[in-house]
């Protein structure tokens, strides 16, 4: 088997690309337009997806490719563009593939629980794959409507895995909550801020869900290669639920510190400004050089604690078809950050 995995170097198909090159028995294709950091035997192309005729060229020789593994991901803060822009890479990476590589067996796509409208107010919990699709826009539709079209008469056939805040490690993702933690902690501590919890109370309150990207890469290969997933969806989450209220003194004891009052406010207002104070971290603790920016994504950190609804998944469906590894979520969030510490994301 021979794997394409776009976003090479994001929060969900780094760890794609690791688990398939750990895992062995594949041949991988790393595409992304950085070099991904992961370790071991792949060949990583530097490819465009917005420019079709970079993906027909690099593509080309890859005509014994089998899967796709579609994680790339665009933001755009125009909401036309960033649909037209997210469809366009998609469609030109499979057109690319389709046309190069005749053995081609299987396409999954990344989506989320954005799918039913979790980000739009208090929707229908737990979603279910079968609940509708939500109203008005969103760049899931245009990218399933079309590689459902697409693969109609055709020998392959796609999965879509729908998982929720996935956490692992990556660089510039504008959408890494595990990795925002990790700076706000650092900052507090460090500037002697209060680690204050900051939503409403209602955020604390509710209930929330985690997806660990090791696991997701684990469930994406699962679908891509088990035969009763063809054409399906799956939501994909840690498989249990938190409450920000029970996890925030666990975070605060990593951190070395006490929690704070809970307080809603904007992380990006109030610490988008400290690149000086986060550089001057870095130097004094030895820690790897990455930008604020890079590593501090505050946008998508104020929109998660910012929701007052539960956002919960039924996650039965992929159990019932054969999947069925979960994850602590609280371990897994102080494991990441143990990992982020030892690899000197933070001190
Ligand atoms: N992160 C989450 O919490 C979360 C939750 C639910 C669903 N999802 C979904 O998961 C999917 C992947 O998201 P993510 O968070 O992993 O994104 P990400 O961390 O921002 O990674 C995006 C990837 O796309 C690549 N990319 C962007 N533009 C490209 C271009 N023009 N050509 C080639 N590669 C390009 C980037 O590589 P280069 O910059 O190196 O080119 C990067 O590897 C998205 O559909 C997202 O909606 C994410």
Redesign the pocket.
């Known amino acids: 088997m021979k794997a394409i995995v776009?976003?090479?170097?994001?929060?969900?198909?780094r760890y794609l690309l690791q688990h398939l090159v750990e895992r062995g028995g594949w041949d991988v294709v790393a595409?992304?337009?950085?070099k991904p950091d992961i370790a071991g035997r792949y060949e990583h192309l530097a490819?465009?997806?917005?420019d079709p005729e970079d993906c027909r060229r690099k593509l080309a020789a890859h005509h014994d490719a089998t899967h796709v593994f579609y994680?790339?991901?665009?933001?755009d803060a125009d909401p036309v563009r960033h649909v037209a822009r997210n469809t366009a890479?998609l469609v030109n990476l499979i057109e690319a593939v389709e046309s190069a590589a005749p053995a081609l067996t299987h396409v999954n796509l990344?989506?989320?629980?954005k799918w039913y409208g979790s980000h739009l107010g208090p929707f229908r919990t737990p979603a279910k794959e079968v609940h509708p699709r939500h109203a008005g826009t969103n760049f899931y539709f245009d990218q399933q409507d079309w590689l459902e079209a697409r693969q109609r008469g055709k020998a392959w056939n796609w999965s879509v895995v729908r998982?929720?805040?996935?956490c692992g490690f990556?660089v510039?993702?504008?959408?890494?909550?595990a990795l925002a933690l990790a700076v706000y902690g650092t900052l507090c501590r460090e500037l002697k801020l209060p680690f204050s919890h900051p939503g409403p109370a209602a955020n604390c309150h509710a209930l929330y869900q985690l997806?660990d990207s090791t696991l997701l890469a684990k469930a994406m290969v699962w679908m891509a290669t088990e035969p009763r997933c063809a054409n399906q969806a799956f939501n994909i989450t840690n498989g249990d639920l938190i409450r920000w209220e029970n996890l925030w003194p666990r975070l605060a004891q990593f951190f070395g510190i006490e929690p704070g009052p809970q307080r809603h406010f904007s992380l990006k207002a109030e610490l988008g400004g400290k690149a000086e104070a986060w550089n001057d971290i870095v130097h004094r603790h030895g820690l790897q050089p990455h930008r604020f920016e890079d590593v501090a994504a505050w946008a998508f950190a104020d929109f998660v604690f910012g929701s007052t609804w539960d956002i919960v998944s039924d996650t039965g469906k992929a159990r019932r078809f054969g999947f069925c590894e979960a994850v602590d979520s609280e371990a897994m969030l102080l494991a990441l950050l143990d990992g982020f510490r030892r690899q000197r994301v933070i001190p």
């Open positions: 776009t976003g090479a170097t994001g929060v969900v198909g595409v992304s337009r950085r490819v465009d997806l917005l994680s790339a991901f665009l933001q890479m990344v989506e989320g629980t998982p929720h805040a996935v990556s510039g993702s504008p959408m890494n909550l997806t």
